[in-house]
């Protein structure tokens, strides 16, 4: 079965750090584009950040730009999201999801980790 | 960064009626690279509709898109009770990706 599993996510504080993984099972992720959208509590969708295959694309919303740093293992079929410098509207639970290519609808989605940020 | 703006926000129809989702980009979508989504409360997103018009693998033949440039539509052309849910479009064609705000299809 073609599933993506995330985690890492919890509470932190302001200002705090925290790394998010996603697992690819079923596929290979290696072959394909892979993107980070968040979604504040009660709220729509925000696409964060996205990566190509080979890393050679890469981009990232401008309200995370500086903060957030994806990257990707091909061997170990996992996705990563390290972000620094967390803020409490940075608050949502946190999908991976799977693209054909980098110009790509989001085929299959995770099941998202929750990450609060708060004192 | 373009802005998707999505109408209405609330559509309240009956099992077996017609659904019309409207999409319009503030610049034109790059090679009609519009997708479409449902979400259901507690569930993660599922593709329904890529490059405007193409139905993803699985999607019911009720399902259907349309538009180029800066208009899109997404229509459900008879709801079933599974089909009551949130729709998102999003681009995909430039950087950053963008979602619109969301049109949610309730039981009226």
């Known amino acids: 079965e073609v599933q993506l599993v995330e985690s890492g996510g919890g509470l932190v504080q302001p200002g705090r750090s925290l790394r998010l993984s996603c697992a690819a099972s079923?596929?290979?992720?290696?072959?394909?584009?892979m993107h980070w959208v968040r979604q504040a509590p009660g709220k729509g969708l925000e696409w964060v950040s996205g990566?190509?295959?080979?890393?050679?694309?890469?981009g990232y919303a401008d309200s995370v730009k500086g903060r957030f740093t994806i990257s990707r293992d091909n061997a170990k079929n996992s996705l990563y999201l390290q972000m620094n410098s967390l803020r409490t509207d940075d608050t949502a639970l946190y999908y991976c999801?799977?693209?054909?290519?980098?110009?790509?609808?989001?085929?299959?989605w995770g099941q998202g980790t929750m990450v609060t940020v708060s004192s | 960064e373009i802005v998707l703006t999505q109408s209405p926000g609330t559509l309240s129809l009956s099992p077996g009626e017609r659904a019309t989702l409207s999409c319009r980009a503030s610049?034109?979508?790059?090679?009609?690279?519009l997708a479409w989504y449902q979400q259901k409360p507690g569930q993660a997103p599922r593709l329904l509709i890529y490059?405007?018009?193409t139905r993803a693998t699985g999607i019911p033949d009720r399902f259907s898109g349309s538009g180029s440039g800066t208009d899109f539509t997404l229509t459900i052309s008879r709801l079933e009770p599974e089909d009551f849910a949130v729709y998102y479009c999003?681009?995909?064609?430039?950087?950053?990706?963008?979602f619109g705000g969301g049109t949610k299809v309730e039981i009226k």
């Open positions: 999801a799977k693209a054909p290519q980098w110009l790509g609808g989001f085929d299959i």
């Open positions: 079923g596929f290979n992720l290696g072959g394909y584009t």
């Open positions: 990566i190509s295959w080979n890393s050679g694309d890469i």
């Open positions: 610049q034109s979508v790059r090679s009609n690279y």
């Open positions: 490059g405007a018009s």
């Open positions: 999003q681009q995909y064609g430039s950087s950053p990706r963008t």
